[in-house]
């Protein structure tokens, strides 16, 4: 179903959400506001924009063993490990996960268990068909910016019907949130 709503953010405590969309769609702000609602966050700070925020900047942030390692010790010893973060979000997601490999082992455990840790995942990247599905597929929650892509719209409409041609037609910040239902709600710039 499609409703157009002016409402909050639906509750992510302890769940997973991915947040898709071009650069520029409004990916940042909208991270920014999630994060600004929960204390005990930590962002994989990729390309360095998350200041004033916890947040770790990796120093690998291209695809490589190196980045995946460093990736899976963060998840271990401290996303999963201090049994203190409530929050953690990746930026650029889709470099660290990227579809058609396999998830780094910290990460297939956390986006498999992370209601057991009471950790809320997320996930940013330009586009889904970048991006590993599991992440896409098993979210609670999908913000969706402006996508206009052949290849992305048609996954989207896999995801749901008339998803593809919603996000397309979005203007300017605006976005789609899909739940777990795959109900769809279009929602006004943060």
Do not use: W
């Amino acid at each position: 179903s499609l409703t157009r709503s002016e409402q909050g953010l639906p509750d992510l405590t302890a769940r997973r959400f991915a947040i898709l969309g071009l650069q520029g769609s409004g990916k940042t702000v909208l991270a920014r506001h999630i994060l600004g609602q929960e204390s005990y966050h930590l962002v994989y700070d990729t390309l360095h924009e998350y200041k004033g925020f916890h947040r770790y900047l990796p120093q690998h942030r291209q695809y490589s063993d190196q980045a995946t390692d460093e990736l899976n010790r963060l998840v271990k010893k401290v996303v999963i490990g201090t049994h203190q973060v409530k929050l953690f979000l990746i930026d650029e997601a889709n470099t660290f996960c990227p579809n058609r490999k396999p998830l780094p082992a910290a990460m297939l455990a956390l986006n498999d268990f992370q209601r057991h840790y009471g950790i809320a995942l997320g996930v940013i990247a330009r586009r889904p068909v970048q991006l590993h599905t599991d992440l896409i597929e098993l979210a609670h929650y999908l913000f969706i910016f402006c996508l206009r892509g052949k290849n992305d719209r048609q996954y989207l409409d896999d995801l749901a019907d008339g998803l593809g041609d919603q996000v397309a037609s979005l203007p300017k910040y605006h976005f789609a949130i899909v739940d777990e239902h795959r109900n769809i709600t279009i929602h006004t710039p943060i």
